[in-house]
Nanobody
Framework: QVQLVESGGGLVQAGGSLRLSCTAS????????MAWFRQRPGKERESVAV????????DYADSVKGRFTISRDNAKNTVYLQMNSLKPEDTAVYYC???????????????WGQGTQVTVSS
């Protein structure tokens, strides 16, 4: 089992920045591909970014490419999502997720955090 806890959400004005963190416990962190998802109001959950075991591989949804950066620090068991140039449409609950075998934006992830709210005001 892997336990995931997100932090760093909050209220920010459009054009601003936030950095989300997700800290894992329970298993060897570097054995997991990590991803960020979000669920916008009234919409289904969608993948945002994914990072491989050691950070050498990343992929992003088109909607956030060039604005968001995913990274990880395996020594701290933490994955980050740096969000810049935020837009009101980025308002969502953001979740981190972990998957030990598969990599990608569109695979099923086995472990999930509880989510953190990000609200971007116009």
């Amino acid at each position: 089992q892997v336990q995931l806890v997100e932090s760093g959400g909050g209220l920010v004005q459009a054009g601003g920045s936030l950095r989300l963190s997700c800290t894992a416990s329970g298993r060897t962190f570097s054995n997991y591909n990590m991803a960020w998802f979000r669920q916008r109001p009234g919409k289904e959950r969608e993948s945002v970014a994914v990072i491989g075991y050691y950070g050498g591989r990343t992929d992003y949804a088109d909607s956030v490419k060039g604005r968001f950066t995913i990274s990880r620090d395996n020594a701290k068991n933490t994955v980050y999502l740096q969000m810049n140039s935020l837009k009101p449409e980025d308002t969502a609950v953001y979740y981190c997720a972990a998957e030990s075998l598969k990599y990608g934006l569109f695979v099923n992830y086995n472990y999930w955090g509880q989510g953190t709210q990000v609200t971007v005001s116009s």
